[in-house]
């Protein structure tokens, strides 16, 4: 298994819904019944004198390259409420979108790969699904700060922020 523990925004954010009360295990059951073989674990978690929870996903080593219809189709097997499948699909539509202007292709040729990965669907599905199983009625996020550097991904190392975030 790969223990996905580098802190990314998505984990961070479920790890924040199950410090508010959230049961993840359904999640992880729903996305299981799907076809996905993974797992997520909470942890309490200290960083900077402040404690709070951390998120990690697991999954076995090999994934496939996944497209859009195959995101799409997984999305659509899922035992959810419609608003959270037609949340999530719409979510990925928006990352194909930004990929095919970047890359200069159409939707239909991007194939994901960090953003394909089950930890991505694990974060943009779960997220959904949690402010609803929460009942939030609505979220704000004030501006990101930006912030530079380099990543090293499937496409090489590449600047920050990555050219289909900006867009």
Same mark, same amino acid.
């Given at each position: 298994y790969?223990?996905?523990?580098?802190?990314?925004?998505?984990? +961070?954010? *479920?790890?924040?819904?199950?410090?508010?009360? *959230? /049961?993840?295990?359904?999640? !992880?059951? +729903?996305?299981?019944?799907?076809?996905?073989? *993974?797992?997520?674990?909470?942890?309490?978690?200290?960083?900077?004198?402040?404690t709070?929870r951390?998120?990690?996903?697991?999954?076995?080593?090999?994934?496939?390259?996944? &497209?859009?219809?195959e995101?799409t189709a997984?999305?659509?097997?899922? /035992?959810?409420?419609?608003?959270?499948? /037609?949340?999530?699909?719409?979510?990925f539509?928006?990352?194909?979108?930004?990929?095919? &202007?970047? &890359?200069?292709?159409?939707?239909?040729?991007? &194939?994901?790969?960090?953003?394909?990965a089950? /930890?991505?669907?694990v974060?943009v599905?779960?997220?959904?699904?949690?402010?609803?199983?929460?009942?939030?009625?609505?979220?704000?996020?004030?501006?990101?700060?930006?912030?530079?550097?380099?990543?090293?991904?499937?496409?090489?190392?590449?600047?920050?922020?990555a050219p289909?975030? *900006? !867009?």
């Amino acid at each position: 298994y790969i223990d996905c523990r580098a802190g990314a925004s998505g984990d +961070m954010f *479920l790890a924040a819904l199950a410090d508010l009360g *959230l /049961d993840l295990e359904p999640l !992880e059951a +729903m996305l299981k019944r799907a076809g996905l073989d *993974l797992g997520i674990t909470v942890r309490e978690e200290n960083r900077q004198s402040g404690t709070g929870r951390g998120l990690d996903v697991n999954w076995p080593a090999n994934q496939p390259l996944r &497209h859009l219809p195959e995101i799409t189709a997984l999305i659509e097997k899922l /035992d959810c409420t419609q608003e959270v499948r /037609d949340l999530s699909l719409a979510a990925f539509r928006e990352l194909a979108r930004a990929e095919a &202007h970047v &890359h200069g292709c159409s939707i239909e040729e991007i &194939h994901f790969h960090e953003v394909g990965a089950i /930890d991505t669907i694990v974060d943009v599905v779960g997220a959904f699904w949690g402010l609803g199983a929460l009942k939030v009625a609505s979220a704000w996020a004030s501006p990101l700060p930006w912030f530079s550097g380099t990543v090293t991904c499937e496409h090489g190392v590449i600047s920050l922020p990555a050219p289909a975030t *900006l !867009e």
